[in-house]
């Protein structure tokens, strides 16, 4: 049996797989990347992913540093004020908002937005300027033996690679950990998410806006301009049945909806997208590393699309990790280094899971008590200016 070699074999070519290929690639490993599915790279093709994404700013760090980000850069919508929205009295009233500005804190923004169809499409464009790096989109991993010194690799080709260390980035139901026999600890809420771009009179003035009612929040993230009129992002949580029921409607009963959900905030808003549904659950693994073998984003943690944490969590697995291999190459894949990985991600994402969880059940409070008991917390988080302080310098990376 003939099998080829490579320092890092990963497993999953998401926005977070490729964004490991460029990051390992980048620092000088050999990398080839595998994914069933080869990425969709267009706004209106069939499957195209129409979330977006917000980098907060130390994930927009690492950006710059594998050399990324100024291909993204023309493309993203500066997020400067995180506001909170409390309607949870009469329908379609905003009775409390907070505002969150980082310019009270640094010269940068909270972050940048950009859409998740573009986000593949370029770094797909940036991989073909790597010649270490390859991508073989509609392959999977079929096989995994790991040893001491190396994993073991067999991919749906047929073709059997040997790689000093396996990236597992494969989604919530990664067939890696899996394979590793790594349990996890799954939360369902009953919840789903409505995700689709919109355009409105009002400008989004670079706020990115979550309003909070019942069954979930509705979040708005500014986009570029499109077609000349302001854009925004959209995540509509609700309950299931909820959304059967929103996505069923005739596309103006749903824009009006839309709009008062929203609190007419925006003006009335036009979607100009179709829309797409996901499941809202949050997920952690038990542990984060394995023989030769390392899990990251949604194949060691899913959280529901609130604060802007899903994917900045992902950023920054590969954060730690590549400075583990970066500093040692001569270590890559070791079980001094794994162990370190582990050690250094598990204790965070378990506790921002954790968080996450606890803003989610407060979003989808319906009984008029619990709504006010919402609004009253958020009113004495933002009048504390520790507290507020401490939540701004999460969302900019600072100390």
Not at 90 to 100: I, M, Q
Not at 129 to 152: D, H, K
Not at 274 to 281: D, E
Request: positive net charge.
């Amino acid at each position: 049996m003939i099998r080829q070699t490579v320092d890092i074999l990963i497993s999953g070519g998401g926005v977070a797989g490729l964004a490991a290929s460029i990051g390992f690639g980048s620092a000088g490993f050999s990398v080839l990347c595998v994914d069933p599915a080869a990425p969709v790279t267009d706004r209106l093709s069939a499957g195209a992913d129409l979330r977006s994404t917000a980098f907060l700013m130390p994930s927009v760090t690492l950006l710059q540093e594998i050399g990324l980000w100024d291909r993204l850069s023309p493309f993203a919508a500066a997020l400067q004020i995180m506001r909170i929205v409390d309607a949870g009295g009469a329908a379609g009233e905003a009775r409390l908002s907070r505002d969150f500005d980082a310019a009270d804190l640094s010269e940068h923004p909270f972050g940048y937005n950009l859409p998740n169809w573009l986000l593949r499409r370029e770094m797909l464009a940036h991989l073909d300027s790597l010649p270490n790096v390859r991508f073989r989109p509609g392959l999977s991993t079929t096989q995994l033996i790991t040893r001491e010194s190396e994993a073991l690799v067999g991919l749906s080709d047929g073709s059997n690679w040997r790689a000093r260390l396996v990236i597992g980035a494969d989604g919530r139901n990664s067939a890696v950990r899996q394979a590793l026999g790594i349990d996890v600890k799954t939360t369902r809420y009953g919840q789903k998410a409505l995700a689709f771009t919109t355009t409105h009179p009002i400008p989004h003035q670079n706020i990115s806006t979550e309003v909070h009612r019942s069954g979930g929040p509705f979040t708005m993230v500014p986009l570029p301009d499109h077609e000349g009129q302001p854009a925004s992002a959209v995540v509509w949580m609700e309950k299931g049945a909820e959304i059967a029921r929103l996505a069923a409607l005739p596309q103006p009963a749903f824009e009006a909806e839309m709009t008062l959900r929203a609190c007419h905030i925006l003006g009335p808003m036009t979607r100009i997208s179709p829309l797409t549904i996901w499941p809202i659950i949050s997920q952690i693994a038990t542990r984060m590393s394995g023989q030769r073998t390392a899990l990251m984003a949604e194949a060691a943690h899913v959280v529901p699309p609130i604060g802007a944490q899903g994917l900045n969590m992902s950023l920054a697995d590969l954060t730690t990790l590549r400075a583990l291999a970066v500093a040692d190459p001569a270590a890559l894949g070791s079980a001094k280094m794994l162990a370190a990985y582990h050690d250094r991600r598990h204790r965070d994402v378990q506790i921002r899971v954790a968080g996450i969880n606890a803003l989610n059940r407060a979003s989808m409070m319906g009984a008029p008590i619990l709504r006010d008991l919402r609004a009253s917390t958020l009113g004495a988080l933002y009048s504390a200016a520790p507290i507020r302080k401490t939540l701004m310098k999460a969302g900019l990376g600072l100390r």
